[in-house]
């Protein structure tokens, strides 16, 4: 196994993503010079009873491979490696979050300094976050290793305090551990790993408290100063003690990974490569969400910070009562275009839950699970927006004299006038019977203000190209941007206060064939039909309004359809409103839908 | 012929199955392989560690974290009661002596040289695992537990909540898909588990749970009544540690749902028998479903379950559990290899279901479940 590979002769790439309970594979051929998708598998996921070997449903989902592509990748159970001909494979890669995924509880001294530190850490490997543990939580100690105890997860990341600082208050922290004295939560004859990545000066205090009970690794402090924030050394550790420990313990892991030619990712951590990888090639901002049946992932790059939240249990299946919880009925009904009975609607979302690989076969029960998905988008979101914060907007406060009394945070990063890109994945949106329901879904959910592009993942490959990428970038862009981003379209809102009634945007835009011009009112939403293509145009900001140039400012820009469109939203942003009495609401929720073709029109 | 990988609930008459009783922590095991148990008898014992607390001494007796150790009147591992002198400072001239009391019963654990705590703990609790149902001891996972072989009937839920309970199987419903209501559960119902039909309202439940009864087993509930129960509204479906005195397991879903026939009868047949319950349910990767087990060895046709059960093909018997056919049951008519457009537009692997009026309608594949017995 090796995670070098010389580009030039690879020809033939494979790669498998092992799911919860799908194991998806795709085949990756040079095809002229290029590098394209050509063949997509898939097969159950075996890490349960009676076959507890991952590598069978791995198996069968490249068998399945072998049936589409005509191409022959294995000699009995082993992949033939490299390519020859209509034989084999070059590379062989694959990601994993079998089993729950990696599960992490972190801890820091102070938790919005290097508790914080700690969780962008575990998160960016791609990690769940059960608990941080802080110094200053508010618990008291027994609660903490009553917590710790109760949790028991897969690895603990420790930090805490600058490199020289005090140590007291670290050791406190370990000794917290100590006490608890945690068990992995996959197998019981093993020790737990934890990773101290704090103050250095608290090493060995450090290792002669947990060095004996727990797997102990040390690295470089996550915060060596106050001013500095040093992720790498962590997360890398995370991923190596990720192979080395949980998967390990997962059945029949260790024989898949002598099978693959770059460490096996948790899958997170490789959808959260691909997204930095395309905000540093195109030097644009990005935010990509994928949500699946138990959690959603939302990743962004803003000034070339990546930040990855994960929302446990705000999912489509598994987790879907949680979103009705977390979002309370009214919030979900105010995207149904209808009146629904409560008792009803939270019977049948509730036998979503509990039979969660259903799917809705009438337009009414897509209806909700479109409304549901966009509360679980805007939830998600709301919560990575607290968390991605600027480092820099701390430092003038974290360098004052009582660092430990701070608890506030920096500015949000998340500047969404500033965003080029945002990618929706996973099945709600990559499924959606229409590309017009994922764009509105994602508009809906973000609220994309000014000029944005939207697109959506083909088929769910990104976790599979983000693995490639860290072993053959050229090749994983190449297919990320042809046959994995479908570009749906663009979207003008305009931000700020406004009047019923009041123009929201004027356009004129340069198609290829034709010139259109117009206004949009507040409340209205118009769709203009644009395949992907760049044209010249030109939007001028109603009275008051901002589209990203400053108020009344307008834009002379250009501007890309996709298989949707370009999409004139002028429902307002800073406020946005959904009108809350029942006939209206209905009236303009129908309005929107018929603008742009989001659902056949002769049912319900 | 066309089949296709569906998921199903077991509703057997008589099957082996094993069950895995393992301790969270290492421990004793206390049977041996070949023990015949009853469902109370306990197979493994723990002790978990007790709980904990810390006190800063130094910050009590007002003293530098390095004298700390000087200060302490306990040793490590020593036991020490609530209210007893564990550490003094050394005062001014042997006067002006602070001290510190312990806060719990238990023992001294350790104290930092760099925080200045101390650590106590409180006495280890025990944690006892029992054979939820009769069988005989089949191996032992030395210190860790053991699995017990059973054989008899097994009936899965959908949905339960409330732990692990044992009792004798009742019917409080004449059918299946009968409404109960409160005036037909009394003190006989007492420490026993009750079989409900189509639909159980919340007030009858909290009228099962005042009479004692273990367990009820009912086809549909309201998922805000569950809500009431659990007070919070259960977002994920991992259930089990529930402490409400009761099991419940719903076999259908949310909703008023009849029970599904072969369910009802199996329980019908084995009324008056012992039988354990679980409520525990985990929909997650792993699946748990709730369960009753009822341990007989009555000669009936056994049946062990194998992967190609879960294959439905033409002729299969199915049930559809999802709108807008929920919970009705028919034949499979046939499976056709395309992909068909619904009324959601979503294209989906299909089955021809042929139900038991007669009608055939097109359902997609996902929204089907086996019906195993």
Known sequence: MSNKINGDNINVIMATDCGSTTTKSILIQKIDDEYRLTHRGEAPTTVEAPFEDVTRGVLNAIMELEELSGRTILKGEDIQSPASGDDGVDIYISTSSAGGGLQMMVGGVVKSMTGESAQRAALGAGAIVMDVLASNDGRLYHEKVKRIRQLRPDMILLSGGIDGGTVSHVVELAEVLEAANPKPRLGINYKLPVIYAGNNNAQDAIKERLGEITDLTVVDNIRPTLEEENLQPSRDKIHDLFMEHVMAQAP????????????????????????????????????????????????????????????????????????????????????????????????????????????????????????????????????????????????????????????????????????????????????????????????????????????????????????????????????????????????????????????????????????????????????????????????????????????????????????????????????????????????????????????????? | MAQSYTPGLKVLANTPSEKVRQLPLKGEVLVEVGDSVSADTVVASTHIPGNVQMLNVARQLNVEVEAVAGCMLVKVDEKIQKGQVIAESKGLFGYFKTQLKSPIDGSFANVSNITGQALFSEPPIAIEVDAFTAGTIKEIMPQEGVIVNSKGALIQGILGIGGESHGQIVLAVDSRDEVITKDKLNDSHTGKIVIAGSYLPLDVFTHAQTLGINGIVVGGFDYDALSSILGYNLGVAVTGSEELGISLMITEGFGEIAMAEGTFNLFKEFEGKFASINGSTQIRAGVIRPEVMIPHTEDIYSTELKESDMIISENSPVRVIRAPYFGKVGTVVSLPAPLVQMESETMARVAEIKFEGGDIVTIPRANLEMILH
């Not at chain 1, 892991?253 to 490789?270: E, Q, R």
């Not at chain 1, 966009?374 to 004052?400: C, D, P």
């Open chain 1, 252 to 604: 029949g892991y260790k024989k898949l990974m002598g099978w693959t030619d770059a460490p096996i990712m948790p899958t997170p951590g490789a959808v959260g490569e691909i997204i930095q990888k395309i905000a540093k090639q195109d030097n644009i901002s990005v935010v990509g969400v994928d949500i699946g049946g138990a959690t959603t992932d939302v990743f962004s790059v803003f000034e070339n910070q990546f930040n990855r939240t994960v929302s446990a249990n705000l999912g489509m299946s598994y987790s879907i009562c949680n979103v009705l919880a977390e979002a309370s009925i009214p919030n979900v009904a105010r995207w149904v275009p209808y009146e629904m009975d409560e008792k009803g609607l939270t019977n049948r979302i509730a036998n979503k839950m509990i039979r969660p690989t259903t799917i809705p076969q009438s337009l009414e029960a897509l209806k909700i699970e479109q409304a549901i998905a966009r509360e679980a988008l805007r939830l998600s979101f709301e919560q990575h927006k607290e968390f991605a914060v600027n480092l820099k907007g701390v430092q003038q406060e974290r360098t004052i004299s009582d660092t430990f009394e701070q608890s506030s945070s920096g500015e949000t990063l998340v500047n969404m006038m500033d965003l080029d890109l945002l990618v929706g994945s996973g099945g709600v949106l990559s499924h959606a019977p229409r590309r017009e329901q994922a764009t509105r879904m994602l508009i809906d959910s973000f609220l994309p203000e000014g000029i944005t592009r939207l697109a959506v993942d083909s088929i769910f490959m990104m976790p599979q190209l983000g693995v490639l990428s860290t072993v053959h970038e050229k090749a994983a862009v190449e297919v990320f941007e042809k046959d994995c981003l479908i570009e749906l379209g663009s979207c003008v809102a305009p931000v700020g206060k406004f009047k019923d009634g009041q123009v929201m945007l004027t356009y004129e835009i340069n198609l290829p064939n034709e010139k259109v011009m117009g206004e949009i009112l507040a409340g209205q939403i118009k769709l203009i039909t644009l395949e992907y293509v760049g044209c010249s145009a030109v939007f001028i900001p109603g009275n008051g309004l901002d589209l990203g140039n400053g108020k009344n400012e307008s834009i002379q820009t250009e501007i890309h359809g996709g298989v949707v469109g370009i999409l004139l939203d002028g429902r307002g942003r800073q406020p946005f409103a959904i009108p809350t009495d029942m006939h209206t609401r209905v009236e303009k929720l129908s309005e929107w839908s018929l603008a742009t073709n989001e659902y056949p029109q002769e049912a319900k």
